[in-house]
C-alpha cells in the first residue's frame, strides 16, 4: 500500500468558516507534510511532522493550525481564511527512500 | 540553505524520443536524498524515481533513470521512449536530514507526435 489518502478532494468555505482537510496513511512513514500549491506554481512547503511532533512551521499563518493526532493521521485547520489562500493543498509521508502525495484538496475561499 | 534548482522552464520532445531534465541542488549536509515527481493537469504528484547521496549507482526505473553527479551537485532525470502520456509538469526535490522536502520550480514537458 503506497496511498496517502486526502479528503475531502474539493471544498468551498466562506471568510468565516472553520473547516478541516485531512490526511491519512498507512505506510509506516515517520514524516508528514502539508504544502501549498497555486496554479504553475510548485508546492510551497507550510508543516512538517516528524515521529508525530510539528518540527517544521514554515512561518505559516496562524489560520492554518495542522495537528497530528497518531503516527497515520495529519489534519489541517482552517478558519478565517482570505481568498489568497485557494489553492491546492497537498499532503505527503516520507521515509527512507519513498515520499508519496495525496491527491491533493482544491481549496476555494470565496 | 538547502535549494533546488530547475532551469528549463519548458521542454519539447517527440515521441519515442529521449529527453533529459536538469535539476541541481545545494546542500552543506552530507546525509540527502533526491526525487522526481511528475505533476499532470490533474493536480496529482506522482513519485517517479529516488536517489540517496550515498546511493553508488545511479537510479533507473523502467524508463526512468537518474544521472547523478555528486560532485557536480546535479540530478537530471532522463526519460527514454517518450510518449505522449509523458506530457506534464516535472519536479525535482531534495529532502534533508531534518526531513524538510522543497521543491525546484518545475518543467514542463510536452511530448508530441
Known amino acids: 500500500d503506497t496511498e496517502v489518502t486526502q479528503t475531502p478532494k474539493h471544498l468551498v468555505m466562506g471568510m468565516t468558516n472553520k473547516k478541516s482537510l485531512k490526511c491519512e496513511q498507512h505506510m509506516g512513514h515517520r514524516a508528514m507534510y502539508w504544502y501549498k500549491q497555486k496554479a504553475k506554481k510548485p508546492p510551497e512547503l507550510m508543516f512538517v511532522?516528524?515521529?508525530?511532533?510539528?518540527?517544521i512551521n514554515e512561518s505559516v499563518p496562524s489560520r492554518f493550525s495542522p495537528e497530528c493526532p497518531n503516527s497515520s493521521l495529519l489534519n489541517l485547520h482552517l478558519h478565517a481564511l482570505q481568498p489568497e489562500d485557494s489553492a491546492l493543498y497537498l499532503c505527503?509521508?516520507?521515509?527512507?527512500?519513498?515520499?508519496?502525495f495525496g491527491q491533493g484538496t482544491r481549496l476555494t475561499v470565496v | 540553505a538547502q535549494k533546488i534548482t530547475q532551469t528549463q522552464p519548458g521542454m519539447f520532445v517527440q515521441e519515442k524520443e529521449a529527453v533529459t531534465l536538469d535539476c541541481t541542488y545545494d546542500t552543506s549536509d552530507p546525509s540527502y536524498g533526491l526525487f522526481w515527481y511528475k505533476q499532470p493537469s490533474s493536480g496529482e504528484m506522482i513519485f517517479l524515481i529516488y536517489q540517496g547521496s550515498y546511493d553508488q549507482q545511479n537510479a533507473t526505473e523502467g524508463r526512468y533513470s537518474l544521472n547523478f553527479q555528486k560532485a557536480r551537485k546535479s540530478a537530471n532525470l532522463v526519460i527514454s521512449a517518450s510518449q505522449l502520456g509523458d506530457s506534464a509538469m516535472y519536479f525535482c526535490a531534495m529532502r534533508d536530514f531534518t526531513d524538510k522536502l522543497i521543491f525546484g520550480t518545475g518543467t514542463r514537458l510536452q511530448v508530441f507526435p
Open positions: 511532522y516528524s515521529y508525530e511532533k510539528l518540527s
Open positions: 505527503a509521508s516520507s521515509k527512507g527512500t519513498e515520499a508519496f
